[in-house]
């Protein structure tokens, strides 16, 4: 879907994603799952991506949640207009204005990563994969890492995963 | 806490939810967990407002991550500026700019609604909860929910629960 085309606005789409967003998943029987992290953890069900343990599993969802409402609307929006949209004069301030939000959720990151390897402890879950999304590319928003030793740890310590495959 | 004398940004808040944000739940053992929608689940683990099947509980999630990103946003945040903030003139703008997304999100509610009694089916989840927050206060903010019947509908679905208990 070319979102910048309107693709998401159209009336086939809007069928599977009345909310008008991507991504979305359809599965063969044509059932559609939407939203990002609810995707995640669906693919990941049954997987050592997914805690067993209840409090962990909801320290998972804890920085899913967080990733939404206190990291994606900075880092990821700020990204969008500088990257996709090409920083146009218009759009200056809301960009700066996105700055302060974006390392604010980078230090709650940081903090943690300085305790722990991962977001909920010691093993990889899909609160890092989540996160590690916007965050692997927050310098194309404004934002240096070179600040969160412990965050550029971790993105290094994911990146070195057997499996990962690198956005290209 | 009281969030407007700044009781979340103390140094013992933020030691507890580096994050600096409500609510927090805090276990007898001394662990912490943030996010509403994180807490919820992890209060219903075991009981009926979690579905076992895999897909029904993704779409619980899909609902709550619907919440803090496209209705929350809107709804709560328009709200708080009208009834917290008395709707001060430097954030009518705020205010007024918070409300074709708030009845977007409300459409997408109306939609689900007029098809099944629940957001994910047959059953009251916790996807459920955590919309019924803000959407049955949102007229606080600015929102006529006599647009949306299917909505009034399921409010009153969920105030005639057995255990329903309501806020003050």
Known sequence: MDILAGDTGNSEFLAKNPNGKIPLLELDDGRC??????????LAAGSELLPKDSFTLAKVQQWQF?????????????????????????RR??????????????????????KTPYLTGEQLTTADIALYGYTHVAHEGGFDLTHY?????WL???????????MV
Do not use: T
């Not at 799952?33 to 669906?42: G, P």
């Not at 967080?66 to 218009?90: C, M, T």
């Not at 030793?149 to 740890?153: E, G, Y």
């Open 66 to 90: 967080f990733e939404q409402y206190s990291h994606e609307p900075f880092i990821a929006v700020a990204r969008f207009i500088a990257k996709y949209l090409g920083l146009p004069d218009n």
């Open 149 to 153: 030793p412990a965050i550029q740890a």
């Open 93 to 114: 301030a809301d960009y700066e204005a996105k700055q302060q939000g974006g390392h604010k959720a980078l230090a709650v990151m940081e903090a943690q990563l300085l």
């Open 33 to 42: 799952l939407s939203e990002s992290n609810a995707i995640l953890n669906f």
């Open 156 to 166: 290094a310590r994911i990146a070195s995963q057997p499996q990962y495959v690198a």
